[in-house]
């Protein structure tokens, strides 16, 4: 049995679950998120708890079973809590600002590049080498971080660039060079 896949998910005061078939939404007090699960995987309400079950013991159902269970997991604590990731940028003139509904980023390029909110993300700017990004649907919020992060991944000679807060940037040696 999945250790993940057979753990019940506690369904929260405020959070109304429809099961239709193989489509799962959840409405909460952030909003509303649906997603559709694959046919073979069993889903359950008992004692104000969802449970998944898988139909057999095959390879294939193993790995449905705790990813299913992770999925509808993410969609609960979505609606009640929400998600968040914080980036930080490194470097002398690098910058971010919000204009609006835009996101300005200034990273040693000839312009600015210049990122639109997407639909369910919102984000921040409280420093100007701080952007959190926060939203309900957590594969969301990480791709948009993730898109961020990409306009200029930190480098790993002087570790300037855009980077998750926290995370550790192995620096490399320059040239040594002959005397």
Known sequence: MSRIGRMPIPIPAGVEITMDGNAVTVKGAKGTLTTVVRKEMILK???????????????????????????????????????????????VGYRAQKQGKKLVLTLGYSHPVEME?????????????????RGIDKQAVGQWAAKVRGTRPPEPYKGKGVRYEGEVVKLKEGKTGKK
Do not use: W
């Open 117 to 133: 909110e997407p639909e369910g993300i919102t984000y921040e700017v409280p420093a100007p080498n701080k952007i959190i990004v």
């Open 45 to 91: 309400r008992e004692d104000g708890k969802i449970l998944i079950e898988r139909p057999s013991d095959i390879k294939m159902h193993k790995a449905l079973h705790g990813l299913t269970r992770t999925l509808v997991n993410n969609m609960v604590i979505g609606v009640t809590k929400g998600f968040e990731k914080s980036l930080e940028i490194q470097g």
